[in-house]
Structures are given as structure tokens and as C-alpha cells.
């Protein structure tokens, strides 16, 4: 009898250290030794990774967390520099987010993952998934994937980065508004820009740069893996020259919001997601 009850009492401890972790973020180093801020909730065997924009954090997906984890294993992740996460990094890159993403899914022992990335996350899940050989389902860009082949000269890129430099407050402000149609919710609008404006400018001005600069393309090549989008109606998605890059690309489109698709409505964006999340599963 008194075996019995310490191994219960000790499960019992067990259990509760592992509900008190539920949702509290952790820690885990990259490669370069930076620490990754994640949380964790949920018990399936299936994971949706959710991975932030530019200058963004993991409090974006607060929406999603309740609406997923009861059915999913749900983790939200502050890319490098961002949040919580560490900021020693040198260089912001793509490359580098996506090995502070495999190092979450690592460090958790994933075997079925399914990454969700908004703007910039678009990119990094596909350089996630690339150091995830065999455990990625499939990929879910929110408002992203508009062209896998850019448009841009370099002299456009240098200007829009330019601004950044000289006055990086007023430009992320600015930036931020352009990307909400003229009926957005000034609260939610004013939220995000004065958030993303407080951004590390060092850690922001470099993100951006290595994203204008990152090629999609050859990892797309390596990965294969079907991807859906959702994205708002502000920016039009070349589709056909997308499915030149990606066997299976689909796009789902949320009309009359801006590029904070899955906080101006949540619940219609919550409902696109799991049908889009049922497929990939499907396949």
C-alpha cells in the first residue's frame, strides 16, 4: 500500500509539473546559442507550429492558441531578437530563423508538424521545413506567398531601406498603416504600429534586408511539400507562377481586411485555417 501510494503521489507531481508548463514559454538555444522563446499547448500527436512577421512576436496568434490546442499540440515561437528571444544574433536571416524554429521542434521531438507562418514567417517556415526532412505535412503561409520570384531592382530595395535607417519609428508607423484598408480598426491599428515601432531597430533593419534579399526558390525546390495560403485581398497572389515553383498551391482569401489577417477577424480566419489544416492532413 505504501508503494501505491508513492508511486500516485509521484505521477500526481508528475501531471501537474506538466500542466503547470502548459502554455508558460520555454527556452531552447539555436544553432548559434541565441535563446528561442516557445510555448507549448495541447497534447496531439499532430503539431501547428505558428511563426510571427517582421518585428512581430508570438502574442500574435493569441486568437488561435484556445481555438486549436484542443484538438492540436500548439506552438507559438519568438524568432531570434524578437519577444522574449535572445538578441546576440549578428545577422538577422532567413536561414537563421528557420534553424530557431527546427531547434523548437527538436527540442520537443515533433515528428508531424504542420508550420504556419505570417508575412516573413512565410519564408522561415519554408527554410524550417527544409531542416525538418520528413516531419513537415505541409506548410501554411498567412497573408504571404505572393510571388515566389521577386520584382523588385535593388535600387527599390534600397530605398524602401533607407527610410528604415534614417528614422526607423516613424517609417515602421507608416509601414504598418499602409497595410490596413481605409474602414481597419483604428484601435488595432494603432496597436500594431506603435508594437512593431518599438521593435529593436538593429534586429528589425537587418530582417528586412535579408528578406529582400532571400531566394525562395531552391529550398522550394528541396522541400517539396504542398502549401495553402491565406491572405487578405489588398495584394494580388500570381498563382500560376507559383504552381511553377510548388506542385500543390492553393490560396484562400479573406476579403475586405488588411495583412493582420488572423487578428482583424479572427474567427472567420480560425475557420479557413482548420479547413486548410484538414487538408494538408488529408493528403
Not at 96 to 125: P, Q, R, T, W, Y
Not at 181 to 204: H, N, W
Not at 208 to 233: G, T, V
Request: hydrophobic fraction near 40%; proline fraction near 4%.
Amino acid at each position: 500500500m505504501h508503494n501505491l501510494s508513492t508511486k500516485l503521489y509521484f505521477f500526481i507531481i508528475l501531471f501537474l509539473c506538466f500542466q503547470i508548463t502548459q502554455g508558460q514559454t520555454q527556452f531552447v538555444k539555436s544553432v548559434d546559442e541565441v535563446e528561442v522563446a516557445y510555448t507549448v499547448s495541447g497534447y496531439s500527436e499532430t503539431a501547428l507550429i505558428f511563426i510571427h512577421g517582421w518585428s512581430c512576436n508570438k502574442s500574435y496568434w493569441s486568437s488561435q492558441i484556445n481555438t486549436f490546442n484542443d484538438k492540436y499540440k500548439v506552438i507559438t515561437i519568438d524568432l531570434a531578437g524578437h519577444g522574449e528571444s535572445g538578441l546576440e544574433r549578428e545577422n538577422y536571416t532567413v536561414e537563421l530563423f528557420g534553424e530557431d524554429v527546427a531547434a523548437v521542434v527538436n527540442n520537443l521531438e515533433l515528428n508531424k508538424v504542420i508550420l504556419i507562418g505570417h508575412s516573413m514567417g512565410g519564408s522561415v517556415i519554408i527554410e524550417a521545413a527544409k531542416r525538418l526532412d520528413g516531419r513537415v505535412i505541409g506548410l501554411i503561409g498567412v497573408d504571404t506567398y505572393q510571388s515566389f520570384t521577386d520584382d523588385w531592382t535593388p535600387e527599390q530595395k534600397e530605398g524602401f531601406l533607407h527610410s528604415f535607417n534614417e528614422n526607423f519609428v516613424n517609417s515602421t508607423i507608416e509601414f504598418v498603416k499602409s497595410m490596413f484598408p481605409p474602414d481597419a480598426d483604428q484601435i488595432l491599428l494603432e496597436k500594431i504600429s506603435q508594437d512593431m515601432s518599438q521593435a529593436p531597430p538593429r534586429v528589425a533593419t537587418s530582417a528586412m534586408r535579408n528578406l529582400f534579399y532571400y531566394n525562395p526558390i531552391p529550398s522550394l525546390k528541396e522541400i517539396d511539400l504542398p502549401i495553402i495560403s491565406i491572405n487578405c485581398d489588398l495584394y494580388p497572389v500570381n498563382i500560376e507562377e507559383n504552381k511553377k515553383h510548388v506542385k500543390s498551391f492553393e490560396v484562400k482569401m479573406m476579403k475586405g481586411v488588411g495583412h493582420f489577417i488572423m487578428l482583424e477577424r479572427p474567427e472567420e480566419f480560425n475557420s479557413l485555417l482548420s479547413e486548410a489544416v484538414d487538408k494538408l492532413l488529408s493528403k
